[in-house]
């Protein structure tokens, strides 16, 4: 399935028993569906991958890919710091049927450069999963240089980067080290759901959201006005979308973006220790804006 357009960062929806909300994960996929996603992520840092145990990692994958499967890009979240762990979940994903395993850079031990590159060939090696490189350094404590991530989209399935670093500069840097290589068919995504307009009129090719939980039927008419060349039709979604995209990490993500479902009545329930509930004043931030774009 094509990568392009709006892929969703889901939210992990558990029950009150703590469990993996499955009937409700499944409500959500369609929900999502039907308002013309692209592709659907499970088990990313919006997932909560942090605080699930990669039994129910597994689980969501296979829910993902069972639901979705042939109707949008199904993308499994399967990076962790450890390459032998990264592997494992790499080969599920990929034994499970997943379209693309999303990987993100190795966090808190920081990896050379030339360890990052070793990483993702080694996963190259041993799996056939088309895989996208996932960049967040303000929560990995490493940024993929744009020499490395020049180096990195030569290898044998790596397909795409989805680059959260908030430097604009660096996505033209990376962009044109493309354009200098000629990898025609490796994609840049955006991370960043406020920087997904200016990325796209530089060269990236989509976005893999945490808006798209809340509002998704304007974040994917936004994107794909914005890639058929519509920017003014794109610009003004985009600033319709402004304030949502701001107030969705006015705390620690998915925090407001569970919250914002709970208030819409859609499937999500807690988020997992070390995360908190989100503050009563941002409670009335959020509600506002949710009124305001008629969600609630």
Known sequence: MKLEGTTVAMVTPFTREDTVDEEGMRENMNY???RGVNGLLAAGTTGESATITHQEQKKMIDI?????KGKVACVAGAGS?????????????????????????????????????????????STE????????????????DVETIGKVAQLDNIVALKEANPDMDKVSQIIHKLD?????????????????????????????????NVDPTRMSEMVKKALEGDFKGAKDLHYELYDLMKVLFVESNPVPAKTALNMMGRPSGHVRMPLAPLKTENQ????????????I
């Open 32 to 34: 999502l569906l039907e």
């Open 180 to 212: 200098q290589l000629g990898v025609d068919d490796f994609l840049v995504l955006s991370g960043n759901d406020n920087l997904t307009l200016p990325m796209i009129s530089q060269g990236c090719k989509g976005v893999i959201s945490v808006v798209g």
């Open 64 to 68: 993902l890919v069972d639901e979705m």
């Open 284 to 295: 009335e931030k959020l509600k506002k804006v949710l009124l305001d774009l008629q969600l």
């Open 129 to 144: 999963i088309p895989i996208i490189v996932y960049n967040v350094p303000s929560r990995t404590g490493t940024d993929i």
């Open 81 to 125: 710091n450890s390459s032998s762990e990264a592997l494992d979940l790499v080969k599920y994903a990929e034994n499970a049927g997943a379209d693309y395993a999303l990987v993100i850079t190795p966090y808190y031990n920081k990896p050379q450069p030339h360890g990052l590159y070793e990483h993702y060939k080694m996963l190259t090696e």
